[in-house]
């Protein structure tokens, strides 16, 4: 059985001036640790078992830090060593307890952030991968019309399918196209935000089985293009001629032939 320490008195710890581990009694594992002048309370606790690298299990032993001294006295270092030794009576890791407590702050502060914080990022990312300045002007200023005004400074954890399907059907009807490619821009947003840890749970701007139910689609008509008058081609052709690059050329040969488009883009 080991042996127990004499518990000391607050005015026997002030005195204690060497480096090293020091019991002083009144719980067991409380210690006082000194390293050149630095006075620090540790409570040696048994938590579990652990395999050593002979293969043994063994008792596994952890130190935790109760605060420095004399900022915590020695009165209140005793007393938060029983109120530790008691969790892990109780079945409770306390380190585990302490890791899992900062990994929820963490998360919590990473859900502080607003649906246009991360809009800014991924549009700044589109930036550099998209090539037509006028796609990239597009993803801000149709957020900037529709979107932000709403749910910009909303944090975005806390947004759902109810507030995304609200802000697109005043123009799903008349701005059918704009409002689809808005949803696609939101869901970009949303899967950034999943993926840094600022929203959890399924995308709330997903199209099948989620929006599309509240705001359906709607029946595209097909609208044919308008034909240019026969009267008008040469003049056309002239225009094409005057035009650099491959497309002018291969509109040209499309109308001079008639060949398929399919043909023509594979040639």
Not at 57 to 81: M, N, Y
């Amino acid at each position: 059985m080991p042996k127990k320490a004499k518990e000391l008195s607050a005015l026997s710890v002030a005195k204690i001036k060497e480096n090293g581990r020091h019991a002083v009694g009144g719980v067991d594992g409380l210690h006082l640790r000194i390293v050149d002048g630095s006075r620090a309370w540790v409570l040696r606790v048994a938590v579990g078992k652990k395999v050593d690298d002979h293969g043994k299990v063994k008792i596994h032993r952890r130190d935790i830090g109760l605060g420095s001294f004399p900022e915590v006295s020695l009165s209140e270092a005793r007393e938060k060593a029983r109120e530790l030794k008691k969790k892990i009576r109780d079945g409770i890791d306390p380190l585990q307890e302490k890791q899992e407590r900062l990994n929820a702050l963490k998360i919590q502060k990473h859900r502080t952030k607003t649906f246009r914080e991360c809009a800014e990022v991924v549009i700044a990312k589109k930036t550099l991968e998209l090539k037509n300045q006028k796609h990239i002007g597009q993803w801000s200023s149709t957020l900037e019309t529709y979107i932000y005004p709403t749910l910009g400074d909303l944090i975005v954890g806390t947004i759902t399918k109810i507030n995304i399907a609200a802000v697109l059907e005043p123009i799903w009807i008349e701005k059918n196209e704009t409002a689809k490619r808005i949803r696609g821009r939101i869901e970009s947003v949303f899967d950034y935000a999943k993926a840094m840890g600022y929203f959890a749970g399924d995308n709330p701007a997903e199209w099948k089985g989620n929006l599309e139910p509240i705001l359906g689609n709607l029946k595209q008509e097909p609208r044919p293009h308008p034909s240019l008058p026969y009267e008008q081609v040469a003049g056309f052709i002239q225009h094409l001629r005057q035009k650099k690059g491959i497309s002018p050329k291969a509109l040209e040969f499309a109308i001079l032939t008639a060949c398929r488009s399919g043909e023509i883009f594979g040639a």
